[in-house]
């Protein structure tokens, strides 16, 4: 994420001003950030990973997205670089979902802090979320967060 906006606003308002943006933003707290731009790299694993997911839910009801649909958690919303839902997933809204199984960010030197902190605190608070993963882009390394028993 980037720069917020100075004023606060609503849901409604920041969903209906994302139907017109340009450029993708985020609602966390009730402020908007405009999310940064992202490598080669980003693109290719997060592309990546998306298409091996797609490949494995075939004939599943379970659905994946790529940075294009937003996910409400809490009262904020964001663009995870992949996600999984059941297929009966959906929010008030078709471009929201609401009860992911799997969340994947790609980790960016714009984006971790962000990714590791605010996002994994937000995401753990969505009971339907089996599995949290973060793809390091710059080295090989990822990490599971796996929902148990508590």
């Excluded at 402020?31 to 298409?51: K, P, Q």
């Excluded at 902190?117 to 753990?124: G, L, R, S």
Aim: aromatic share 8%; charged share 25%; with cysteine.
């Amino acid at each position: 994420m980037s720069t917020a906006q100075q004023r606060q606003i609503a849901e409604q308002e920041f969903l209906e001003g994302e139907c017109e943006a340009e450029v993708k933003h985020e609602l966390v707290d009730g402020r908007v950030y405009a999310m940064s731009t992202t490598t080669d790299v980003h693109n290719s694993i997060t592309g990546n990973t998306f298409a091996q997911i797609w490949q494995q839910l075939k004939g599943q009801s379970r659905e994946a997205f790529i940075l294009s649909i937003l996910l409400k958690a809490g009262n904020n919303y964001f663009y995870p670089d992949v996600m999984v839902t059941n297929g009966e997933d959906a929010a008030d809204t078709p471009r929201v979902r609401n009860a992911p199984i799997v969340i994947i960010e790609v980790l960016s030197p714009s984006s971790r802090k962000t990714d590791i902190t605010t996002k994994k605190t937000a995401y753990q608070n969505i009971p339907s979320l089996q599995e949290y993963i973060l793809i390091e882009q710059d080295k090989c390394e990822v990490v599971v967060f796996r929902r148990n028993e508590n």
